[in-house]
């Protein structure tokens, strides 16, 4: 089983890629886990056609089987042990990858949402770059 990360954006500051990779490092041990950063089209776009764009590049990094979990703030919520059953019951069942994603800074696309399966991590709101 692979889990990937794949976010919008690169994080800029250090200390939080320090954490990435302390994080992905511990992660390593019970999976194959990689993440890959998309870059963002930065240009004055509206929001809705900014989240079109990032959908289509989202779609490119995903395959047939993968099981796509987008990282939103109105996703279903798990306690510690809801969220380690979750994830043992999808490295047990996908055909394919298991995939979170992390959304730009105006959330995700509805069409590319649509039908994905959607967890918050907490009912706080972080900033993009954690």
Known sequence: MEILFLAI????????????????????????????????????????EQMRREAEALHKHLKTGDSVWLLDENGKTFDSVGFARMLEQEMLHARGRLVFVVGGPFGFDPEFAQGKNKVSLSRMTFSHQM
């Open 9 to 48: 954006d690169k994080t800029r500051d250090a200390w939080v890629n320090e954490a990435i990779d302390i994080y992905l490092g511990r992660l390593k041990k019970y999976a194959r886990v990689r993440m890959e950063c998309i870059t963002a089209t930065r240009s004055l776009l509206e929001p809705g």
